[in-house]
Each structure stands twice: as structure tokens, then as C-alpha cells.
């Protein structure tokens, strides 16, 4: 293979149809005869539902149909899980998973503001909206479970009574021997560390148009999912059809981050409104919808014991880990366990404890968003090795150049088992090398020199640093076909639907070389079923690496084809003919070149002869992962805080990582600066806040703060590459590893800006407040000593 | 997220408008720049069932100087306010206070006259014309009375303008040659409704005494407050770094703020002294005879 354009930071090619506002979501979608649908959902955080009276609704003008549980009774069917414990991690390691079915609607119990109640369909939006107005509902409130560690408890009420206690997920792991360990420490550090719940906001809000054909008996959707393959299979199974009778097409999507790769109740409701009534309808969901009720995210506390001895050799770690994952197990083990098998990231350390206990809540699920348990973990143990490096009096920096797993010690196996069952076994990278590379680009020597004559002005600055390690590319494949017209030109097509990654570039780049033909000549499509018939989606930092290497394998397959019939059209061994920039030639004979187009119009049967070859140009590819690939970062942030106002602000943010070979070094550099903003958004800003009721208190944009440009700094990236060992194409994923770190890195700085009061940060956001009534609390403590 | 059913009505004329609200009353809205009240209405929390645009009142939008005052029309968007005030001497306060309001594209819609008339408490422009002793006009079937701004604010997104009223003209006078300016404000993002804010005024006489010194606070209380006492406090006194201080820590104890979930009530008594402070620091080295800047620093 050539690499012509892989590792080039090629414009990407689908940014001018965006740019110029010519893309096409789902929500641009309108069929004749269209209806809209609106959803009335509950305002309560836990309640009775004794009586739903439509009635009212159902005579208003423009109404065509208000759905309940009862109306479709027949076809209600529980919502899809995910996460089941893989068998060979069960051998390994005792896990509880406890499971009840969500129904798309509630029966007779809401568990969440936002639980759908009601379905109207109407001529449109307006209509449908004022419908739900005209709704009588007889809600009994019931009392709401908020916190996740009293939920935790055996008094607490019981969210769902089958379970007898709220304890979704739990497990307790040991290696290596804690207790001793940390009792031989000569320093000890514990604290609680509280990551708040919030989540990806997608500029595009989720949405669903359905059509049902009644005389094929097939279903189409449009649906801006991550995972348009799974949703084929979960609404075939709702629908009872063939896989084949069910289409589902994610066209132009507007930003995922794992929000659009959860199961939802409108994507089956929508489809079933669409066929009661004949008639296609579309539901776009609006911001208020999507803060109540589109997956929510993060929100663990984290019990840290960690210990070193006088050196700053980490000895042990236990941590208990409470995870709140609102009112259903959606995501079985994914969460958690994603947590615990990312605690240890570079650390070099071998006696540790965890006891998880994963509980539900009244709240809107939880799923997976870009980072998926990581930035939750990597917040508890970094912060708690800033504590230690405090305790000790050693650099934090210097803490971890001791502890950091070595270069060559890699393969570097932890004795546990990850996600999938298989050894958790660190492939590549070099952790120290990325530390002092991050080091390096900020400076920080020169910024410890320069601290303490600032601090003396009155210019409170600090500098923080947050390490992980994560495992990419979850698999177990990715599909892709290969295809080339009679005009020569390629058409991929991938289950890795893009939600604005830059897929149509980058599988662009690893086609075109694979073939030998220019990047504009291919055409990448993703997003949907009827395009290629199996595929997984896009999510867990893993299309590049399973979707790539897919394509490599189908597009060399085609090659190979097109060679065996370039051999034969011109006459010659197939080691004798060159495949290059859409021509094809006689090694050696300049003038023997002839265009792709060509040859396959040559390989087509005419009156006059068969074809020189047969005209199968085209391969499918399921390039096998059975476990993930790791990447590794170092992330340092710089920051200034006034101690007046409590206001910090990002001076220098820079993040060093290895994600192996790089297909487009542009493309990885965006990935980082959106994951990091969506992180700092983390660290100080979002925060989805429930008052005792389980009441959101957070439903727009006017209280739920997302950063904007004005807020993010220049963000400065340093690329190493490590290639990976288990990939022919040696990448490793980075579409999250940008979100991971951030609250980590920006607390360990706020905290060391402070380091004259000598406050200790312990959860996210760091607002304004939150710093002002630490400095007022510890002044306040300083007086009273001096009294 | 869309508004409950309600009529539009689009005057052309001010007595069309008066008219327009006479027959409506309670049940009408009326419509400047509509970035407040359109997500109210979106999310359902306002649903007045006649809306009157009053943005195609020609004669309610315009920007004159006039014997000191400074007088805007009512529908003037905020980014014409902001462009006029660009290259005008004596007006660099407004500018500054014009530059915490929104972002580019809310300023584009908003409107001076809603921005006043909406009052909402932790908003720049009613704590600015506070500072300034300015008022509105308003016109009703009474006819048209010059309010001012002291009398203007009641409560929270409360006014004395009664609802057959329509604001017509806001009144803002010239800061005065010489007095200097600070405006301070703290937000959790760029263009957020502060969390505390302060716009200062202060002027001293050729022996570098403060004549007078004007504070007004936004978003620490339930309307705009001007605070008096440390203003008091500084009335002749020479403007030293202690003096600024002294009248700043007066600042706190006299309010009783909100909690909200972006910050408690003690972080904003806290905050709105610090802003006292500096916004009082800034004006006097701003000012023709101050001397904090100079010597006291």
C-alpha cells in the first residue's frame, strides 16, 4: 500500500455541503403528508400515574392521534440493553446485574421528569403541542430517590420493588494485597471526590421520521443515531420483520458523543404512530426534551485511599465508587466497569481495592458520553495523587515520573480482565515520554520559577497535569464494502455512521490508497442499512481503527481484483501491472496507461466477446477486534484564579497523547479540541442539578452553562505516535480522549493556584462560588485558630 | 417548545399601540427585540393571548443628543446604541456596559427600551441608568410622564410603567465631564446575567476630594440598587486606596441577595463589595483630578 494521503491533513471533504448550510438532517426530511408528533412527559421525579384523560386532546382541530401504553399495548416491548457481563469476565470477576424492562411509555409508574406519558400527532408541531396541554393527568407523587449514596442504602425506598434494593450493578475487585500495603505507607491520603452529571449537547437534537409502506410491509426511518444497525435490529423486533424490511437512515448528523447511541423510546413510538396512521411523521425533539430526557451522563463519587512511601512510590489504592445511573440499568456494566478497568491508567501499582455500587435514582438514564466512566475515575485518582504529591511535598510532576509505567515494560498486563472478557493488557506507547513532552510544551519548569514572584503580586496562577490511559476501539468488528463503478470511481460504504467526525475524509484517505486511485474519487457513505447489511456504529472511540481497517482489508481485496483484471486486459503477469492514480499500466511501459474506468467497462460481456475478467470489483470486510487498543495522554492546564471573584481562567491548555498511526493529523487535532472543550465544560462549567424532589432544575441553556469560544483557550497538542501492535494499520481511537481529562487537569490546577489558602478541591464544577466559599470558609477557620 | 396560540397585532403609529393596549390590558404583550419574552413564550411560561409588535413604530427608534441627555428610543436595538457609542467622548461607561449585555446576535435583536422596561435585576442597562439618574418616558392614555429611573424599578421584572403604557424614550444623562467611570462584572460565561455587577461614577474637585461618587449594583438584589452608603462614604474624602475600601466593605452588609444555582447569597455580598472596590478604584483613576492611579496605589 501506498500511503499517498494516509497521515496528510487533507481538507475534509464533507465541510463545504456543512459550511454552506446544504446538509441534510433529519429534520430537513419532510414526506408527503407528513404529521408531527409531540410527547407530554411527566413532571414528576417519581409518581403514580392513577388516570391519563385524552379525550380533550383528541377532539381539538389538527389532531390525527393521542397514543398511551394502552394504544399500543401489543407492540410495547422493553427497550434494548446494553452491557451484559461477557462470560469470561464472569469467571474472573463476581458481578450483580440487575434488570427490569423500560417500556417506551410508562404504565402506571414514572421514575424520571421526562418519562413519556403521552404520545399526540397532529398537523403539526403547533397543533400537537397545544394537544398536550388538553391532557388531564392524575399523578400520585411518590417519594424520589436524588442522592446516590443514600440510595445506596437499605432504608432507602426501593425504586423498583422486583430488586428489593436500588443496587443496579456491584462488584468488589482485589489485587495484589491492599490492606498491607497501604498499612506499611508512610503517607496516606483519603478523601471523597463528587463528578457532577452532565452530558454531551449535540447542536443538532435528536429526531426520528418514520414512513410505514403497507403494501411492501416495510419500515423506513430516518433517525440520527450513532448505531443505525442496532436500532434496524431493535425496531425489526418491535415490528416483527425481516431485518430486511426495516431501513433505518442516518443522514447529515449534527454531533453524538455517545447521547445518539442509547435506545430511546421515540425511536420506536415514532415508527408505531407512523404506521397506526398511515402516514409518515416526524418528531424533532427540542432543547427542553433533550435536557429531561435524552441520556444522561457521568455522576459518580469516588472514596479514594491512596498511600506512598517517603519517596513518592504509590504503594496501594482502594476506592469505593458509587455510580447514580438515573432510574434504569440501560448500560448493565458499561459504565462502571469502564471505570474501574481505566483507575490505574499509567500508574504502576499493583495493590488495589474497588467496591462498586452502581444504583439507580430518579433521574433520566444514564448512557455512555465521550469517555464513558473515564473522566469520572481519572478525576478521583489524579486528583488524589495531587493530594498525595501535596502530602509528601513532591512535585506533582515528580510523583509521576516514579510511578509511571515504563516504556519497557510494555506489554504491560493489569490483572483483571477487561469489558470484553479478554486480559487487560497495555499494548503501546511510552506514559513518561508523553508526560515530559507535555511538561516540555508548557513549560513547567519556568512557570514553578515564575509562581511564587507572581503570588507575591497578588497573581494567584497554578498549573495541573492529568494522565490516562484508555482503552480504544472497542470491537468486535466494524463492516465495510468496497465498490467500483463503471466510471472507475469507489463507493465505501462502512456501519460506522459519521455524527460529524469526518468520516467521508478519512475512510476517503485509506480507500484511495489501498486502490491506487485520487481521494476525490471516492465516495464514503455511512449511516445506512440498506447500504451494507451488518455493521455495529459509532461510538467507544472506535471507527477509525475497526472501520479502517475493514476498509483496508475489502479495498486490497478489490485491488487485487482489479490487478488480476488489468493482467489480462493488458496482456501481462499481474506483478507486471501498476495501479496508480486511477490509471492503470504496464510496469515499465509509459504509454500503456489506461484509465480505471476502462478496465471495468472492459470486464462487461459485449456482443462481441465476455468480459476480460469477471466484473466483481467490490468486497466486504469484517476485519476482526477482539479487544480494545490503548491510547495514552498527558493533559496540563494553566490557570489564573481571582480570589475575589472566584473566576479562573484557562491560560495555557496543553494535551500530549499517542493514538499510534494517524490517518489525518487535522481531523485528530479537532477531535481533541472538542473532546478537551466538552472536558473543561466538565471542570467548570455544566452541571445537570435535581433539587430533593428530583425535580431538574437545569432545563436550558439559560442554567445549564455549556462553554462557549469565548471560554476555551487555544488549545496546544503534542502527537506522539506508538504504533499499535494489534491493528495492520497500527491506530488506536481518540475521538473521546480529549473529554477524559480535563476536570482532572483544571481542579489540580485551581488547587495549586490556591495553594496559600490551602484548599482542597474535591468536586466539579468549580464555580465561582464553590472557590469563594472555600477561601471565606478557610479564612474563617484562620480566625478562629487565631482567637 | 412552541408558544401557546395568541393573535399578533403590528402597529404602525404610538397612539395605535395605546390603543392596542387599552382594549387588551392584561392579556397583551408587547413585542421589542423579543429576547426575553419569545423563549417565555416558547416554554409556555408567558402566554399573553395578544402580542403587539411595536417594532414597526418608525418613530420609536432613533438616537439624539440633547442638552446633556442622551435620548434613545425605545426599540433602538442595543448594537446601534453600542455603535453610536463607539466613537462618542463621555459615553465610554455606557460602552462598556452595553459590552456585558448578551452576546453580538442578542444585542442585533435587543432593544434598549425592552432591555429597561423587562427590569430584570441582574441586567447592565437599568443598573447603568440607576447610575446615571436617568429615566424613561412613557406614554399611556393619561398621556406621557418622564419616570424616573429611582422610581422606575419595583421588583423582580417589575415597573411602575402600568399596562396601558408603553415605554417610549430612555433618558440617559451625560456622566458629566471629567467624573470617572468603572463598570465590573462577574458571570459564569462571557455574556451570562451577572452573578454581581457594579457601574461607578466618580468626580472630584481640583483638590483631588471626591465631589460625588455614584454605585449602582445589578444582580444582588431585587431590582437594581444604588448603594448609598458607601457612595456616602467617599463624599469628600480623598479617593486613597483605604478610603476605596472602607466605602466598598460598606457595600455587602447592606444587601440581601438572592441563591440561585450559580452562586449563594454570600458569595454575592461578597463579590458585589470586591467589584465596589475595583469598579470605585477604576473610576477615580479615570477621573480628571482623581489621584488613586496616580500616587495612592
Given at each position: 500500500m501506498g500511503a499517498k494521503y494516509f497521515g496528510a491533513s487533507v481538507p475534509r471533504k464533507e465541510d463545504e455541503r456543512f459550511l454552506v448550510g446544504d446538509a441534510r438532517y433529519v429534520d430537513d426530511i419532510t414526506l408527503a403528508g407528513m404529521h408531527h408528533a409531540a410527547f407530554l412527559r411527566s413532571p414528576h421525579g417519581h409518581a403514580r400515574v392513577r388516570a391519563v384523560d385524552v379525550s380533550a386532546a383528541a377532539s381539538l382541530p389538527g389532531v390525527r392521534g393521542v397514543f398511551t401504553y394502552d394504544s399500543f399495548a401489543r407492540w410495547m416491548k422493553p427497550l434494548a440493553l446494553f452491557g451484559a457481563v461477557p462470560p469470561r469476565l464472569a469467571e474472573r470477576v463476581a458481578i450483580t446485574v440487575k434488570n427490569v424492562p423500560q417500556y417506551p411509555m410508562a404504565r402506571d409508574t414514572v421514575r424520571y421528569v421526562g418519562e413519556i406519558v403521552a404520545m399526540v400527532v397532529a398537523d403539526n408541531r403547533h397543533l400537537a403541542e397545544n394537544a398536550l396541554d388538553a391532557i388531564e393527568v392524575d399523578y400520585e407523587p411518590l417519594p424520589p430517590l436524588v442522592d446516590m449514596v443514600d440510595a445506596a442504602e437499605p432504608s432507602a425506598p426501593v425504586l423498583h420493588p422486583e430488586w428489593g434494593d436500588n443496587v443496579a450493578v456491584a462488584f468488589k475487585n482485589t489485587l495484589g494485597d491492599p490492606d498491607r500495603a497501604l498499612a506499611g505507607a508512610d503517607v496516606t491520603v483519603r478523601e471523597r471526590f463528587h463528578v457532577q452529571r452532565y452530558v454531551g449537547m449535540p447542536i443538532e437534537m435528536r429526531g426520528v421520521v418514520a414512513e410505514y409502506d403497507r403494501r411492501a410491509g416495510a419500515l423506513t426511518t430516518w433517525n440520527n443515531t450513532q448505531v443505525p444497525h442496532f436500532l434496524q435490529q431493535g425496531l425489526a423486533n418491535t415490528f416483527e420483520l425481516p431485518t430486511h424490511k426495516v431501513r433505518v437512515v442516518a443522514p447529515d448528523v449534527g454531533g453524538?458523543?455517545?447521547?445518539?447511541?442509547?435506545?430511546?423510546?421515540?425511536?420506536?413510538?415514532?415508527?408505531l404512530a407512523a404506521r397506526e396512521l398511515g402516514r409518515p411523521v416526524k418528531w424533532t425533539e427540542d432543547r427542553r426534551e433533550h435536557f429531561m430526557a435524552a441520556a444522561h451522563a457521568r455522576h459518580q463519587t469516588h472514596d479514594v485511599e491512596i498511600g506512598a512511601t517517603r519517596d513518592g512510590t504509590i504503594v496501594g489504592i482502594k476506592d469505593r465508587i458509587w455510580v447514580d445511573l438515573g432510574a434504569y440499568n440501560s448500560w448493565g456494566i458499561v459504565l462502571p466497569y469502564n471505570s474501574v478497568a481505566h483507575l490505574l491508567g499509567p500508574y504502576r501499582v499493583t495493590n488495589l481495592f474497588v467496591d462498586v455500587t452502581a444504583v439507580v435514582t430518579n433521574k433520566m438514564p444514564n448512557a455512555p458520553y465521550r469517555g464513558a466512566g473515564r473522566p469520572e475515575v481519572v478525576f478521583a485518582i489524579e486528583r488524589a495523587v495531587d493530594c498525595l504529591a501535596h502530602e509528601l511535598g513532591i512535585d506533582p510532576a515528580d510523583v509521576r515520573r516514579r510511578n509511571f509505567i515504563r516504556a519497557d515494560e510494555l506489554p504491560y498486563e493489569i490483572d483483571m480482565p477487561y469489558r470484553d472478557g479478554n486480559p487487560l493488557v497495555y499494548d503501546s506507547g511510552d506514559f513518561p515520554a508523553t508526560l515530559e513532552a507535555a511538561l516540555a510544551q508548557v513549560d513547567y519548569d519556568a512557570f514553578r520559577a515564575e509562581q511564587p514572584r507572581l503570588r507575591a503580586r497578588g497573581?494567584?496562577?497554578?498549573?495541573?497535569?492529568?494522565?490516562?490511559?484508555e482503552g480504544t476501539a472497542v470491537g468486535p468488528y466494524e463492516?465495510?464494502?468496497v465498490r467500483v463503478d463503471l466510471s472507475g470511481r469507489v463507493v465505501v460504504a462502512t456501519g460506522a455512521a459519521s455524527q460529524g467526525q469526518g468520516h467521508e475524509t478519512t475512510f476517503a484517505q485509506v480507500a484511495a490508497d489501498a486502490l491506487g486511485v485520487p481521494l476525490d474519487w471516492v465516495t464514503v457513505v455511512g449511516g445506512d442499512t440498506d447500504a451494507v447489511p451488518f455493521g455495529v456504529g459509532t461510538y467507544a472511540s472506535r471507527s477509525a481503527v475497526t472501520a479502517g481497517n475493514s476498509l483496508h482489508d475489502a479495498a486490497t481485496e478489490v485491488r487485487g481484483k482489479l490487478v488480476d483484471a488489468a493482467a489480462k486486459l493488458l496482456e501481462v503477469a499481474p506483478d507486471d501491472v501498476v495501479l496508480e492514480e486511477g490509471q492503470i499500466s504496464i510496469r515499465g511501459v509509459a504509454d500503456s496507461a489506461l484509465p480505471l474506468g476502462k478496465l471495468v467497462q472492459a470486464s462487461l460481456p459485449t456482443f462481441a466477446a465476455p468480459g476480460v475478467a469477471p466484473p466483481r470489483f467490490e468486497a466486504e470486510a469484517f476485519h476482526h477486534v477482539p479487544t480494545v487498543t490503548y491510547t495514552n495522554a498527558v493533559h496540563v492546564a494553566a490557570v489564573e484564579v481571582d480570589p475575589g471573584t472566584g473566576?479562573?481562567?484557562i491560560l495555557r491548555y496543553v494535551v500530549a497523547h499517542d493514538c499510534g498511526n494517524v490517518i489525518n493529523p487535522r481531523i485528530v487535532d479537532g477531535q481533541i479540541h472538542g473532546g478537551v472543550a466538552q472536558g473543561i465544560g466538565g471542570a467548570l462549567f455544566e452541571d445537570l442539578v435535581f433539587d430533593d424532589q428530583a425535580q431538574l432544575l437545569t432545563g436550558s441553556f439559560l442554567d445549564y452553562l455549556v462553554p462557549t469560544s469565548m471560554e476555551i483557550p487555544t488549545i496546544e497538542n503534542v502527537h506522539l505516535h506508538t504504533p499499535s501492535p494489534r491493528n495492520p494499520l497500527g491506530m488506536k481511537g481518540v475521538g473521546e480522549g480529549g473529554?477524559?481529562?480535563?476536570?482532572?487537569?483544571?481542579?489540580?490546577?485551581i488547587e495549586d493556584a490556591l495553594a496559600p489558602w490551602g484548599v482542597r478541591i474535591t468536586a466539579t464544577p468549580v464555580s465561582p462560588a464553590r472557590i469563594v466559599g472555600l477561601l471565606a470558609a478557610r479564612e474563617r477557620e484562620r480566625a478562629r485558630v487565631h482567637a | 417548545m412552541k408558544p401557546a396560540p395568541f393573535r399578533y397585532a403590528a402597529p404602525t403609529t404610538v397612539p395605535q399601540a395605546l390603543e392596542l393596549l387599552a382594549q387588551h390590558g392584561d392579556e397583551a404583550k408587547l413585542l421589542a427585540g423579543g429576547q426575553s419574552l419569545l423563549p417565555l413564550m416558547n416554554f409556555r411560561l408567558a402566554r399573553p393571548s395578544v402580542v403587539i409588535d411595536i417594532n414597526r413604530i418608525a418613530e420609536l427608534a432613533g438616537i439624539q443628543q440633547d442638552a446633556g441627555v442622551l435620548r434613545v428610543g425605545a426599540t433602538t436595538r442595543q448594537a446601534a446604541l453600542a455603535?453610536?457609542?463607539?466613537?462618542?467622548?463621555?459615553?465610554e461607561l455606557l460602552r462598556a456596559a452595553l459590552g456585558f449585555v448578551g452576546h453580538d446576535a442578542i444585542r442585533t435583536r435587543g432593544t434598549i427600551g425592552g432591555n429597561i422596561a423587562h427590569a430584570d435585576p441582574a441586567s447592565e442597562l437599568p443598573a447603568l441608568l440607576l447610575c446615571l439618574d436617568g429615566s424613561v418616558l412613557a406614554c399611556g392614555p393619561r398621556g406621557e410622564r418622564e419616570v424616573p429611573a429611582r422610581e422606575l424599578f419595583w421588583g423582580p421584572l417589575t415597573t411602575s410603567i402600568q399596562p396601558d403604557e408603553l415605554v417610549t424614550e430612555v433618558r440617559f444623562p451625560s456622566?458629566?465631564?471629567g467624573a470617572g467611570w468603572g463598570f465590573e462584572e462577574v458571570s459564569r460565561r462571557h455574556g451570562d446575567y451577572a452573578l454581581a455587577g457594579v457601574a461607578a461614577l466618580v468626580a472630584c474637585d481640583p483638590d483631588g476630594r471626591v465631589l460625588d461618587s455614584r454605585l449602582a449594583l445589578f444582580g444582588v438584589g431585587d431590582t437594581p440598587l444604588r448603594a448609598t452608603d458607601a457612595e456616602q462614604a467617599l463624599r469628600g474624602r480623598e479617593p486613597t486606596r483605604a478610603a476605596i475600601d472602607e466605602a466598598a466593605r460598606l457595600v455587602g452588609p447592606a444587601l440581601d441577595p438572592h441563591a440561585d444555582l450559580h452562586a449563594d447569597a454570600d458569595y454575592r455580598r461578597s463579590v458585589a463589595g470586591v467589584l465596589a472596590a475595583r469598579a470605585l478604584a477604576g473610576a477615580v483613576s479615570r477621573c480628571e483630578d482623581g489621584r488613586v492611579g496616580a500616587t495612592q496605589r
Open positions: 453524538g458523543f455517545g447521547t445518539k447511541a442509547n435506545g430511546y423510546a421515540e425511536d420506536v413510538l415514532v415508527p497573581i494567584y496562577r497554578g498549573i495541573g497535569m492529568a494522565a490516562y490511559v463492516s465495510a464494502s473566576l479562573t481562567k473529554a477524559i481529562s480535563p476536570p482532572a487537569a483544571v481542579a489540580n490546577a | 455603535r453610536w457609542a463607539a466613537d462618542q467622548p463621555g459615553w456622566p458629566g465631564s
